[in-house]
């Protein structure tokens, strides 16, 4: 048998920076395999729809949309939540390497 990646137990406390959207939703940034994750807490149609911090704003959001699982949710809020976040995690990677992002 080759290597292994386990996902750990995913639970409310798992997630690193959390903006909600709704009272049913919100995108979340999570450690992933190396690096942080950013898609929907909720997902309806996949439970692993979600692209690296790294990749451009809109792409992220073009991948995850599927899983927004409310209408009243805008494009708009979810980029916004998706540039807080990444801002967020740039920040704390930064302070995490003694460094300025």
């Not at 409310?12 to 009272?23: A, H, I, K, N, T």
């Not at 309806?44 to 790294?54: A, D, G, I, M, V």
């Not at 073009?62 to 998706?82: F, L, M, P, Q, Y």
């Amino acid at each position: 048998m080759g290597p292994m990646a386990l996902t750990p137990l995913i639970t409310e406390d798992y997630w690193m920076f959390r903006v909600r959207l709704s009272p049913s939703q919100a995108i979340v940034a999570f450690p992933k395999f190396g690096t942080i994750g950013i898609g929907f807490a909720v997902e309806e149609s996949s439970w692993n729809t979600n692209l690296p911090y790294t990749c451009e704003t809109e792409r992220i959001y073009e991948h995850i949309a599927r899983n927004k699982g409310d209408e009243s949710i805008t494009c708009e809020d979810c980029v916004a939540a998706i540039r807080l976040i990444q801002d967020a995690v740039e920040d704390a990677v930064a302070a995490e390497s003694g460094g300025a992002a």
